[in-house]
């Protein structure tokens, strides 16, 4: 079904362009009707990540769900696990994270939980896309009927016990010395609170939000700060989270990263080996690199594709009995724990192997050898792909490569780009298809 706001991952765009405060009253109202289920109060749960326009679409939902008569609880700025986790332990009907991920300060979006702490399905996504198009004023509230909103402040405290009691009671990470990088974003407190609660010597940076720093330089998607922290403190292990900590990527005492990817095949290994895998194998996207199914193959675990997206990943985990998938861009779902990517929670987990192994975390952390993987963004709109030019330096493409490698061409969910993801034995081949399919879509772009 075709939607209008909704993309893969919640609403998301130009802060009081795309995602306005009149939007955010309507998507608030809509939101509040859809989960308006039987009688009494209701009541949903807001976090938000350190962007400036964080405030003016906080408060613009809140109009939004009052007027439409549901209770309104504020938790500031929270990881989106946090909110997700809220969500249910507090017995809320909706949850609602403003983030932008790990997008700059200029964007922001706006993500919905269900009262089990999922993420909204197609169709309850495509619900309130037409209310949000509809008539809204006769559905309102009365004047004695309106909600009330406050401000909840022991959220902090409930998040860190939470991921605390992910690891087993006896844990601790006394002796490891890490950097965790907050990206300037939602657990710039949580993150290093919990990881010295747990014993270890933390030293944070990406801890100081002005509203227009998120992910400036800092966070998962620019690693380098926390690599050269880590060589300059001559520090055990990098922790670097994006700006709603759904998301991580932790970095060796060399320097070098440790993505997605090899956290799943770290924790996979671990909990198959203390027989806490529900099933043989985990979930991943098709932007997984191969070297981690043949990995995974080799210790005898199967890994199952899904399309690009975590909400892809934990559909199928939820329809075939896995606990553990995600991207390899460090979403790591663990459905034990979570509904949704815990960038805090993932790297606790290959922390807690590190102490059982007792061994430095480039030995425990690099389970396989990634086969040479290149990714291009082209700026093209995703109509783009049904040229015949196009269509046809793809198949060429493939069938150059053969059974060698995969090739993955796609439009962006949340930008007007396409990426094209090559990998295979061979490098160089790699990057000449790529650039190949990568000239034709510029020149396709650029004569429509």
């Known amino acids: 079904m075709t939607r209008t706001y909704f993309g893969t991952d919640g609403i998301r765009g ?32 807001i976090g938000k990540d350190t962007r400036l326009s964080g405030y003016m679409i906080e408060y613009a939902l809140v109009a939004g769900f009052t007027s439409v008569g549901m209770e309104t609880l504020l938790l500031g700025p929270m990881p989106t696990p946090a909110v997700a986790m809220l969500t249910r332990s507090m017995r809320a009907d909706v949850g609602v994270m403003i983030s932008a991920s790990h997008n700059s300060f200029e964007d922001n979006g706006i993500k919905l ?3 089990d702490g999922h993420k909204l399905s197609d169709e309850i996504e495509h619900d309130i ?10 559905k309102r509230a009365g004047p004695r009927d309106l909600g009330r909103a406050r401000r909840i402040d022991d959220v902090r405290a409930r998040y860190i016990e939470f991921a605390k009691r992910t690891l087993p009671r006896n844990m601790s990470l006394e002796g490891l010395r890490l950097v965790v990088d907050c990206a300037n974003g939602a657990a710039y407190k949580v993150a290093p609170e919990a990881l010295w609660e747990l014993g270890a010597e933390v030293i944070a940076i990406g801890v100081d939000p002005d509203g227009f720093n998120i992910n400036h330089r800092v966070g998962s998607t620019a690693p380098q700060a926390l ?15 994006d700006g709603d900590a759904d998301r991580v990527i932790l970095v060796d005492e060399n320097g070098r990263l440790i993505d997605g990817d090899q956290l799943m095949a770290v924790i996979a290994e671990s909990w198959r080996d203390q027989g806490l895998l ?47 998938g995600g991207e390899q861009s460090g979403h790591v779902i663990l459905s034990d724990y979570c509904t949704t990517g815990d960038g805090l929670v993932t790297a606790m987990q290959a922390l807690a192997e590190v102490k059982r192994q007792d061994r430095p975390v480039s030995e425990v952390c690099h389970r396989f050898e990634p086969l ?68 034709v879509l510029k020149e396709s772009a650029e004569a429509a």
């Open 227 to 241: 690599r050269d922290k880590v060589r300059e403190l001559r520090a055990d292990v990098g922790i670097a989270l």
């Open 278 to 324: 529900s099933k043989p194998g985990i979930v991943a996207t098709i932007m997984s690199n191969l070297g981690l199914e043949r990995h995974l193959n080799s210790i005898g675990l199967a890994l199952e594709r899904t399309p690009v997206g975590d909400r892809y990943v934990i559909e199928r985990m939820r329809e075939a009995g896995y606990n553990i």
């Open 129 to 138: 896309e037409r209310l949000i198009d509809g008539d809204m004023l006769r």
């Open 372 to 439: 040479p993987q290149v990714l291009e963004n082209v700026r093209a709109h995703r109509r783009e792909l049904e040229r015949t030019a196009v269509a046809s330096a793809i198949d060429d493409a493939r069938a150059r490569l053969g059974s060698s490698g995969r090739l993955i061409v796609r439009a962006s969910g949340t930008e007007p780009v396409i990426r094209v993801m090559g990998e295979g034995d061979d490098r160089e081949l790699v990057e000449s298809l790529v650039a190949q399919i990568c000239s």
């Open 113 to 115: 939980f269900g009262p």
């Open 14 to 45: 130009l802060a009081n362009e795309k995602i306005t405060p009149e939007l955010a009253l309507k998507v608030g109202q809509a939101a509040g009707l859809i989960f308006h289920r039987g009688e009494g109060r209701h009541r949903v749960v």
